[in-house]
C-alpha cells in the first residue's frame, strides 16, 4: 500500500528557533495535510493543501504541496512551548468511495523555554 | 473538544480476551473512521463506515470487526487479543463520505494495554 516518509523523527530545538519537517510519498496525492497531536488528545488539523505547488499559511505555519504531488514540507517560524507534539504529515486520495487518509509516522518536536 | 467522543479512555486485559470501543461522531457526522497507533506505526487507517455501510477497509485483522449502529455510534470490536493489540486506538468523523476537505475529527483515543 501506500506509504509516507515522515522526517525527522524528532526534534530537540531551542523557543524561537524554526522548524522544518517534511514528508515524501513514493505515490502522488491529490492532497496532503498536516496534523497535530498534543499529548493525550487527538490529531487537529493544521493545514490542508489541495493542488501541487500550493503554499498555503496558518500563523507561524507555512506548509507547501510539492509540485511533483509526491512531497510536502512544513515549517513553524519562531517556535514556542506550546508547539511541543507530534504533527503528521497525511495523504488523501478522494473521489468514489472513499476518503481514507495515510498518515506518515510522525515527527515529535520538543521545544526548550 | 473535537465533539467525538471514544470510551474506554483506557482498558487494560489480558491475552485471549476480547474488548469493544466504542465511538460517537460529532453531531451531524456520518462517516466514521478507526485508526490504531503504536509506537513504531504511527496512525493506521483500520476501517471506514458511512451511514451505516461499510465504505473502505484498511489494515484491520481478521480478529477485528466493526460497525456503525443507525444513531451513527461506531463499536470495534477486538477479539483473541494479543499482546502486539496494545496501542491507542482512535475514532474520527467526518460529515460527508469522502471527507474531502481531508478534515477528519478525532476523538481522544482509546488506550488498550493487553497483558
Known amino acids: 500500500g501506500q506509504q509516507l516518509n515522515q522526517s525527522p523523527q524528532s526534534m530537540f530545538i531551542q523557543e524561537g528557533e524554526d522548524v522544518s519537517m517534511n514528508c515524501t510519498s513514493s505515490?502522488?496525492?491529490?492532497?496532503w495535510l498536516w496534523y497535530k497531536q498534543d499529548p493525550g488528545e487527538g490529531p487537529v488539523l493544521l493545514i490542508a493543501?489541495?493542488?501541487?505547488?500550493e503554499l498555503t499559511s496558518n500563523g507561524r505555519l507555512t506548509a507547501q504541496f510539492g509540485i511533483t504531488r509526491k512531497d510536502s514540507f512544513l515549517n513553524i517560524s519562531a517556535s514556542i512551548p506550546s508547539d511541543v507534539g507530534i504533527y503528521f504529515c497525511?495523504?488523501?486520495?478522494?473521489?468514489?468511495?472513499?476518503?481514507?487518509?495515510?498518515f506518515g509516522k510522525g515527527t515529535k518536536l520538543s521545544v526548550k523555554p | 473538544d473535537s465533539g467525538v467522543t471514544q470510551t474506554p479512555k483506557h482498558l487494560i486485559t489480558a491475552t485471549g480476551q476480547r474488548v469493544t470501543l466504542r465511538c460517537s461522531p460529532r453531531?451531524?457526522?456520518?462517516?466514521v473512521y478507526w485508526y490504531q497507533q503504536s509506537l513504531d506505526q504511527g496512525l493506521q487507517f483500520l476501517i471506514q463506515?458511512?451511514?451505516?455501510?461499510?465504505?473502505a477497509k484498511g489494515n484491520i485483522l481478521e480478529r477485528f470487526s466493526a460497525q456503525q449502529f443507525p444513531d451513527l455510534h461506531s463499536e470495534l470490536n477486538l477479539s483473541s487479543l494479543e499482546l502486539g493489540d496494545s496501542a491507542l486506538y482512535f475514532c474520527?468523523?467526518?460529515?460527508?463520505?469522502?471527507?474531502?476537505?481531508?478534515?477528519?475529527?478525532f476523538g481522544e483515543g482509546s488506550r488498550l494495554t493487553v497483558l
Open positions: 474520527a468523523s467526518s460529515l460527508r463520505l469522502a471527507a474531502n476537505t481531508g478534515e477528519l475529527f
Open positions: 505515490s502522488i496525492f491529490n492532497t
Open positions: 493543501l489541495y493542488k501541487a505547488g
Open positions: 497525511a495523504g488523501q486520495n478522494y473521489g468514489g468511495s472513499q476518503g481514507n487518509l495515510i
Open positions: 453531531s451531524g457526522d456520518l462517516s
Open positions: 463506515y458511512y451511514n451505516g455501510e461499510e465504505r
